[in-house]
C-alpha cells in the first residue's frame, strides 16, 4: 500500500511540484501536532544541540517540515538537471575546497541526515558521475526499489550498508573512484563511541574503515536546505586517517574529529537534522 501510495504520488509531484511542497509541508505540520510521542522524540533528539527547550521545539518543527520536503525533492530528482540545477539553486558556500570534490581518484564523501542527502548526491554527480552511494535498506522492498529509481535516475551506483555493499566500495575506491556515506546514524551496531553534544554514542565506523584500508581522503560534505528548493553546499577540510600505528585507535581518532564537524553543523541549523527515530537511545554506547 505505501509503495503503490509512492508511485502514485510521484508524478503528481513532477507535474505540480509547488502544490506538491504545500501539500508535504501541510502532512508534516499535522504530524507534529497529532503525533505526540513522535513530536517529543524529535526534540529530545535535537534539545543537547540547542540553548532551550523552546528552541528545540521550533527546531523540531522545522525538522518534521523538512522531511516533508525531502519526500518532494525525491519525486523531483528525474526532473531536474543536476548541473542546471545547482546553476539556478544550489550556493557554494565554501567554493576553495571544489577542488577536493571535483579532483579525480579515490575519495570518501561523508555527510549526515541534514538538509538533503540525496539532493546531496545530485550535487556530487555533476562532479564525480560514477561515483556508488552506501544507503539503508529499506521495507517493504518495492519501497526501496522506487527510491533507487528515483535516486540513480541521472546516474551513480547505490548499495546497501552490508558486508556486500562494503566490498563493493573497496572495489570502487581501489579503481579510483568516489564513495559517498552519511556517517551519523550507526546500522550495523559496530560504530565507534565518542562524545557528540555532551552524550556518548556510536557513530559509524564505515568511512573511516574504508579511508584506513584504501588510503582514501575523507571529505565532509554538507547540503543545508534554504527555503523549499534551494540549498546550500559546505564543503570541509578533509579528515585524515592515520594508516600508521593501531588500527582501532586510528578509527576512533578519525570518528572523533567528525563527531565535532557533525556537531558544529547540527548546531548552526538543529532544524535540518532529518533524525526522528530515538538517536540517543538506538545509537547509545552502553559503557558502565
Known amino acids: 500500500m505505501k509503495a503503490l501510495a509512492m508511485r502514485m504520488a510521484v508524478p503528481l509531484v513532477q507535474r505540480t511540484p509547488g502544490l506538491g511542497y504545500l501539500v508535504a509541508e501541510l502532512a508534516a505540520a499535522a504530524m507534529w501536532v497529532l503525533r505526540s510521542s513522535l513530536r517529543r522524540q524529535a526534540i529530545a533528539n535535537l534539545a543537547p544541540f540547542v540553548g532551550s527547550p523552546r528552541a528545540a521545539r521550533r527546531a523540531s518543527f522545522q525538522a518534521f517540515l523538512n522531511v ?23 550556493y557554494v558556500e565554501t567554493p576553495e575546497r571544489l577542488p577536493s570534490v571535483e579532483q579525480p581518484g579515490p575519495v570518501i564523501f561523508v555527510s549526515a541526515h541534514y538538509g538533503n542527502p540525496d539532493q546531496l548526491v545530485q550535487f556530487l554527480t555533476s562532479r564525480r558521475p560514477t561515483f556508488t552511494a552506501v544507503v539503508e535498506r529499506l521495507e517493504p522492498p518495492a519501497v526501496h526499489r522506487l527510491l533507487e529509481r528515483l535516486r540513480s535516475s541521472h546516474g551513480g551506483e547505490f548499495v546497501e550498508a552490508d558486508l556486500k555493499g562494503t566490498r563493493r566500495c573497496l572495489e570502487r575506491l581501489r579503481a579510483g573512484e568516489p564513495v559517498a556515506i552519511v556517517g551519523d546514524r550507526d546500522l550495523t551496531g559496530r560504530g565507534v563511541c565518542v ?7 556510536k557513530l559509524p565506523r564505515g568511512p573511516w574503515e574504508l579511508a584506513r584500508r584504501t588510503g582514501a581522503p575523507v571529505v565532509p560534505v554538507f547540503l543545508r536546505r534554504l527555503g523549499r528548493s534551494d540549498f546550500a553546499a559546505w564543503i570541509g577540510e578533509p579528515i585524515p586517517v592515520s594508516r600508521e600505528g593501531e588500527h582501532e585507535e586510528a578509527v576512533a581518532a578519525a570518528v572523533c574529529r567528525w563527531a565535532a564537524v557533525l556537531e558544529e553543523q547540527i548546531r548552526r541549523d538543529p532544524g535540518q537534522w532529518l533524525v526522528l527515530e530515538d538517536f540517543w537511545e538506538a545509537h547509545r554506547c552502553g559503557e558502565s
Not at 80 to 85: A, H, M
Open 68 to 90: 516533508g520536503r525531502y519526500y518532494v525533492d525525491l519525486a523531483l530528482i528525474p526532473r531536474r538537471d543536476p548541473r542546471t540545477f545547482e546553476r539556478q539553486h544550489v
Open 195 to 201: 562524545t557528540l553534544a555532551g552524550r556518548r554514542v
